[in-house]
T-cell receptor, first 112, second 112 residues
Framework: QKEVEQDPGPLSVPEGAIVSLNCTYSNSAFQYFMWYRQYSRKGPELLMY????GNKEDGRFTAQVDKSSKYISLFIRDSQPSDSATYLCAMTKSGGYQKVTFGIGTKLQVIP | EADIYQTPRYLVIGTGKKITLECSQT?????MYWYQQDPGMELHLIHYSYGVNSTEKGDLSSESTVSRIRTEHFPLTLESARPSHTSQYLC???????????FGPGTRLTVL
């Protein structure tokens, strides 16, 4: 079983919808949580990162971490066709020299 | 804004050729990484470095080698390219506090 589980999708939503993307993980030592957006044939772009539990908001994006459930989410409000991409969750333990564990990525398509 | 660069962006080369993929970053990050990613597939860590003269193999076995002589530079070399090496190669670097990784645009390698 993988340390980080993420549904690969694809997920299709109409423009303007609220999108919910999720990951579960098994290692309780993970402390830093990140979301990346990757357009086709491009490198992943960091969207948000959070430390430990809680919420973080940045424009139309909200990241949530529930460490008790080992569950993280990314919400996209008022989704746009330009949000169509693959979204990867990532996480790492605290302390120096820790490798990052990535989810497989969820492919999102926002339909005009 | 991440400042991490990869060259070339695209490379088509014949079997048996030696190639070097370049990666450089201007953020002063100690940690650098190479990932391999096939289209629509997950990221696989093939090499990483935590500083000058430090290199380690990643989770996915790779015939490539890396070097880290300068902090900002982390090239990857294939001594004899084969069609099985056809893939996208992504370089990343991270700061020491959060391990948040910043990716370059990638090199798409095709070996004929």
């Amino acid at each position: 079983q993988k340390e980080v589980e993420q549904d690969p999708g694809p997920l299709s939503v109409p423009e303007g919808a609220i999108v919910s993307l999720n990951c579960t993980y098994s290692n309780s030592a993970f402390q830093y949580f990140m979301w990346y957006r990757q357009y086709s044939r491009k490198g992943p772009e960091l969207l948000m990162y959070t430390y430990s539990s809680g919420n973080k908001e940045d424009g139309r994006f909200t990241a949530q971490v529930d460490k008790s459930s080992k569950y993280i989410s990314l919400f996209i409000r008022d989704s746009q066709p330009s949000d169509s991409a693959t979204y990867l969750c990532a996480m790492t333990k605290s302390g120096g020299y820790q490798k990052v564990t990535f989810g497989i990525g969820t492919k999102l398509q926002v339909i005009p | 804004e991440a400042d991490i660069y990869q060259t070339p962006r695209y490379l088509v080369i014949g079997t048996g050729k030696k190639i070097t993929l370049e990666c450089s970053q201007t953020m002063g990050h100690d940690k650098m990484y190479w990932y391999q990613q096939d289209p629509g597939m997950e990221l696989h860590l093939i090499h990483y470095s935590y500083g000058v003269n430090s290199t380690e193999k990643g989770d996915l076995s790779s015939e490539s080698t890396v070097s880290r002589i300068r902090t900002e530079h982390f090239p990857l070399t294939l001594e004899s390219a084969r069609p099985s090496h056809t893939s996208q190669y992504l370089c990343a670097s991270s700061d020491s506090t959060t391990d948040t990784q910043y990716f370059g645009p990638g090199t798409r390698l095709t070996v004929l």
